[in-house]
């Protein structure tokens, strides 16, 4: 079975500084999304990673996978207030001949603070 | 508008009546996912459709649950003699098949909650 981890689960941070979030999953999947959710809304799309190696930015996000470690990083770089939110991790299996569903990490709030 | 609709956004109900939700997705997206999300919690996988055909049931969707697409466009979620235990944010996303990836675009979601 599929498993997705995060961690941190909670993450204050103050505005300015640095911070990484981790996403470790269990079975071989090439393919790993990052999500957003502001409290009470619905998931914003971030970023799609599909290979070993990948790495995408915007803005203060970058996003990188590493397939061979079961691995996606989300770093954030000089964190501002409208960064504060939930982040998901999800991966899927289609790739492998699985499932189309997406499974998700219990996701990492993230409190940046003046 | 271009997303991702959910109707309602919100339903209060009584334990023990039926409750029904309404997705549309973006028009030229093939592939519908239904997901439930309880507080403090990633979504979680109920069903998806590609066109009108439900390949793929999770083990949450019991017997109370149902999901239609008749016709490959709009889809419905039907649950039947609610309890207090689904209670929780529903969610419908859509992709579109034969990309290189399945990137899923989400709704706004329905919030149920069951007295």
């Known amino acids: 079975e599929l498993k997705v981890e995060q961690n941190p689960l909670f993450l204050s941070m103050q505005e300015g500084k640095n911070y990484t979030i981790y996403c470790n999953y269990s079975?071989?999947?090439?393919?790993l999304y990052w999500y957003r959710q502001d409290p009470g809304k619905s998931l914003e799309s971030l970023f799609v990673?599909?290979?070993?190696?990948a790495v995408k930015q915007e803005g203060r996000l970058m996003a990188s996978l590493d397939t061979k470690a079961r691995l996606s990083t989300l770093h954030i770089t000089a964190a501002v207030h409208d960064l504060s939110a939930t982040y998901f991790c999800?991966?899927?299996?289609?790739?492998?001949?699985?499932?189309?569903?997406?499974?998700f990490g219990k996701g990492t709030k993230l409190t940046v603070n003046p | 508008d271009t997303g991702v609709s959910q109707d309602p956004r919100h339903k209060i109900t009584k334990r023990g009546q039926n409750v029904t939700f309404r997705c549309d997705p973006i028009?030229?997206?093939?592939?519908l996912y239904w997901y439930r999300q309880t507080l403090g919690q990633g979504p979680e996988f109920l069903t998806y459709?590609?066109?009108?055909?439900?390949?793929?049931k999770s083990r949450l969707l019991s017997d109370r649950f149902s999901a239609e697409r008749p016709k490959g466009s709009f889809s419905t979620l039907e649950i039947q003699r609610t309890e207090q235990g689904d209670s929780a944010m529903y969610l419908c996303?859509?992709?579109?098949?034969?990309?290189?990836?399945?990137?899923?675009?989400f709704g706004p979601g329905t919030r149920l909650t069951v007295l």
């Open positions: 999800a991966v899927d299996k289609s790739l492998q001949g699985g499932s189309e569903k997406l499974v």
């Open positions: 028009s030229e997206h093939n592939r």
């Open positions: 990673l599909l290979s070993n190696g």
């Open positions: 459709f590609q066109n009108e055909a439900q390949l793929e």
């Open positions: 079975t071989t999947s090439d393919r």
């Open positions: 996303a859509s992709s579109v098949q034969g990309e290189s990836y399945n990137e899923q675009f």
